[in-house]
């Protein structure tokens, strides 16, 4: 595909487990042009999860090619590919991952912080965002007195505060319940609609099925890669 | 990462772990607090020399009888060279240009009497130029008189304390006592001056010189003890002092001269290795605490995996996180070393309070050496946690797997 701002040629893993060698990804293509919904599904250990570290520079292939937006990024050094990272991926964990000891608001900075930002611009986009997530009034609380919806938000808004081009979820919404997984899913769909590409992997089929385009994984290759509405 | 927000997010650690944080900077402040005080200490020994040699007088040069060779080592206490030390000698080195005053002294035990009232007193045979040198003065009559170097007077004068015990508060200056077998008249009392270098000059009794001479039936001097003019030379005087000597015995310079300087570089010499040596047994306890940091930050970095997989997931790079937990490390020392500081000060000024005769002060270096010292150990102590800290990877660190 021409306009890929990701491209995966013949993307290999292995990890060892327990001294048994497990293929996590089997040459696996993909390209993935901007503004896509994607969800990945797929049976456990099908390489799902390990995909999206790879997408978002996470981890390194043992053989393979991963191009982002041109640039090989297999061979760039530690620190090229964290800076990579942090300007233009970001990440929702299923568990949230926030830091207990930090507010609401100090957890979305500290991407900005990371990045050497000034205290005015950090602010200014970090209440932008919470803002976004509907959190505003909730950004001195701790993460200890947030809910499960409220913390994948704070999450989310985390994730985007550097105005990412890419946004990757990890079963965004395997610890909420079922009103705050909706909740999500909309911030999340109304991302992408401002031009966000989001990848989420997920269990959730009612979630995985309102994804533009619907990739199947088994055994570290892409099995199905359906586009189009939803069915 | 800008250095405000380092510091901001550091310190969220340490309020985040208030227990573990402060019983770091206990660590870091008792080694920190150890050298200072330690120092201070031989510091303050050194000042006291000091202090002491002051109290004797300016620019001292002492002369005994004997040379310090052919007796090894100490000069002699009492002349027991083939020739003495004599009134004559002790003379003859007053009238160099450069010495301006002089006191020859004769000392020995004797039993001082009152009355019923006796006891055994040091004694010491003088002239009048012994209160110059010595910067003694009287509180009660007077000191000997000018004709007190050349006659054998029977008088004395008393120290505070033998004037206290052998009259009470009844007048002394005019009264008699027996100072061995001679009764001698008191002429003054001494004013109180405390102890110098171990000689109490209140338990002291003052006879002239030639009177000692027959009371201890000696012709040979203990020493003699010159104070030089304003300007001299120390090392000229010395020069001058063999030569009469050698023209007065014989060619043989048999005399052993000891300067206040030369004997106050020595002891300064002496203390000030002594305190480098007690420093550096207080820098011990400063590797304890780095060592102590260092098991620490090795137990934090295992219980932050996943905050240090999120970090690196959200752009911290290897550098970033290595400087953040190095820089928790050296922001608890410098806190450390701030608190060991007030905390030694604090202690140098009671105790100056309570012993206000011992000048405890911790040498200028002590601060700066302690704090480098820590510094410097909770930099290497803490480099293999930052490293490893470093070294995760995050996606096995958030999802909390050791490998």
């Known amino acids: ?231 | 990462m800008r250095l405000a927000d380092q510091l901001r997010f550091n310190w969220q650690v340490f309020s985040g772990n208030v227990l573990r944080t402060f019983l770091l900077l206990l660590a870091v402040a008792i080694g920190v607090a150890a050298v200072v005080m330690l120092t201070s200490v031989g510091e303050g020994a050194r000042r006291y020399i000091d202090q002491e040699f002051s109290s004797l007088g300016n620019r001292l040069i002492v002369v005994f009888p004997g040379r310090n060779e052919t007796t090894g080592g100490a000069p002699p206490l009492f002349g027991n060279s083939p020739r003495d030390l004599t009134l004559a000698d002790a003379e003859a080195l007053a009238r160099i240009p450069s010495i301006r005053d002089f006191a020859p002294i004769i000392a020995g035990t004797t039993t001082l009497s009152r009355g019923a009232r006796a006891r055994e007193v040091l004694t010491m045979g003088t002239t009048r130029g012994f209160f110059a040198v010595r910067q003694l003065g009287v509180s009660q009559g007077s000191i000997f008189p000018e004709r007190a170097g050349e006659e054998a007077l029977a008088i004395c004068v008393l120290g505070a304390k033998l004037k206290g015990e052998l009259f009470g508060n009844d007048r002394a200056v005019g009264e008699w006592v027996r100072i061995g077998d001679r009764r001698m008249r008191v002429v003054g009392v001494l004013a109180d001056s405390g102890e110098s270098f171990g000689m109490d000059m209140g338990d002291l009794a003052l006879i002239p010189v030639k009177t000692a001479e027959q009371l201890f039936n000696s012709p040979g001097l203990f020493r003699v003890i010159l104070e030089l003019r304003e300007g001299a030379d120390e090392e000229l005087a010395k020069e001058r002092i063999y030569r009469v000597i050698r023209e007065r015995h014989e060619g043989e310079d048999d005399v052993t001269i000891v300067t206040q300087d030369s004997m106050l570089k020595s002891f300064n010499n002496i203390l000030t290795a002594l305190t480098l040596a007690i420093g550096a047994i207080g820098a011990i306890s400063l590797l304890v605490a780095g060592i102590l940091i260092m098991n620490i930050s090795l137990i934090s970095v295992s219980q932050r995996r996943a905050e240090i997989g999120l970090m690196k997931a959200i752009g911290a790079s290897r550098i970033q996180v290595r400087q953040l937990f190095l820089g928790e490390s050296l922001l608890l020392v410098c806190l450390g070393i701030v608190l060991g500081v007030i905390f030694a000060y604090g202690v140098v000024f009671v105790f100056r309070g309570l012993f206000p005769g011992f000048p405890l002060m911790p040498p200028w270096w002590a601060v700066p050496a302690a704090a480098v010292t820590a510094l410097a150990a909770g930099l290497v102590f803490s480099w293999l946690p930052a490293k490893r800290a470093a070294a995760l990877d995050p996606v096995l660190a958030m999802r909390g797997v050791v490998r």
């Open chain 1, 1 to 231: 595909m021409a306009d890929a701002m990701i491209a995966l040629r013949g993307l290999e893993k292995t990890y060892l487990m327990g001294g048994q060698p497990l293929r996590a990804l089997a040459g696996l293509d993909l390209d993935i042009s901007p503004g896509e919904y994607i969800s990945v599904m797929g049976p456990s250990g099908s390489g799902k999860s390990t995909l999206l570290n790879m997408l978002g520079l996470l981890d390194r292939p043992d053989a393979g090619s991963y191009r982002l937006n041109g640039v090989a990024t297999e061979q760039l050094p530690e620190e090229a590919r964290a800076a990579l990272r942090r300007d233009n991926i970001g990440f929702i964990f299923q568990a949230f991952h926030l830091i207990g000891r930090l507010s609401a608001f100090e957890n979305v900075e500290l991407p900005m912080v990371l990045a050497g930002l000034a205290p005015k611009v950090r602010r200014e986009a970090v209440e932008g965002v919470l803002d976004l997530v509907g959190l505003l009034d909730r950004q001195h609380h701790r993460p200890g007195q947030l809910s499960g919806g409220q913390l994948q938000r704070v999450a989310i808004a985390r994730a985007i505060v550097m105005k990412p081009r890419i946004l990757l979820a990890d079963e965004p919404t395997g610890n909420l319940d079922q009103a705050s997984g909706r909740d999500i899913v909309n911030v999340l769909e109304d991302l992408n609609r401002e031009g966000i590409t989001l990848v989420v992997v997920t269990h959730d089929g009612n979630l995985g099925q309102r994804a533009g385009r619907r990739i199947r994984m088994v055994d570290g290759t892409v099995v199905e890669d359906a586009r189009g509405a939803p069915g």
